[in-house]
């Protein structure tokens, strides 16, 4: 899987058609846990279902379908995923203050919707040593969930805290301040934010709308890929 990921994200064909969030979870002795990582991954296991062993690929929050480590497979779930246009948009700026990191994000839709935000704090650049590793780059880490905003408190829902409804052709922002935890070492930490809101074709739960990777003290423009 992690040859398949490094491939595809040299690709310009589909690297700038998704953001990758790793939940390593299996087991606490692996550096690049978090009790975070764990909790998402109780919700693709559990509340969707489709996780059943290590490493799994999924998309979105509500795609009911996983992809195996062939680059081919994974293409072709982004090419059914992708939208050429989406109708919201999400952009970001970060910044450490103190011992916070300090998240300010807007949103426009084209469409009036009801949204919900998160944000996935990620770290890079994390040392663990994985007995299955066929190469020595394999056992540097990145994109390793640490934190997620607001924190997770129902594994059954992982969409998000209430953004609120957005008029169509309106924009609207927010600013958050999440603890900056001792062990992340600050330099390799970036902000994924996601914006969801209820669609059809799943029974009006939140389904990813769109979303933007910002690195630590950076900024990031809205993407509609």
Request: charged share 20%.
């Amino acid at each position: 899987m992690a040859s398949a990921l490094r491939d595809l994200g040299k690709d310009p064909e589909y690297n700038g058609c998704y953001n990758l969030a790793v939940a390593h979870s299996r087991t606490s002795n692996d550096n690049a846990y978090s009790p975070t990582a764990r909790a998402i991954s109780y919700y693709y296991q559990y509340t969707l279902g489709i996780m059943s062993g290590y490493p799994t690929l999924t998309f979105n929050y509500q795609f009911m379908e996983k992809s195996s480590n062939n680059i081919q497979t994974i293409k072709s779930y982004i090419n059914r995923l992708k939208k050429e246009k989406q109708f919201a948009g999400i952009a970001a700026a970060t910044a450490i203050d103190g011992n916070d990191l300090v998240v300010s994000m807007t949103l426009k839709s084209n469409l009036e919707r009801q949204f919900k935000y998160n944000i996935f704090v990620l770290e890079d650049n994390i040392y663990s040593f994985q007995t299955n590793a066929s190469e020595d780059w394999m056992h540097t880490h990145n994109d390793a969930i640490r934190f997620y905003y607001p924190e997770l408190t129902n594994y059954d829902d992982i969409s998000g805290g209430e953004w609120g409804n957005v008029k169509a052709g309106s924009t609207t922002s927010k600013t958050v301040r999440i603890p900056l935890n001792t062990k992340w070492v600050r330099e390799n930490i970036k902000a994924l934010v996601v914006i969801s809101s209820p669609d059809g074709e799943y029974g009006n739960k939140f389904e990813v709308v769109n979303t933007v990777l910002c690195p630590v003290n950076g900024c990031a423009e809205f993407e509609y890929k």
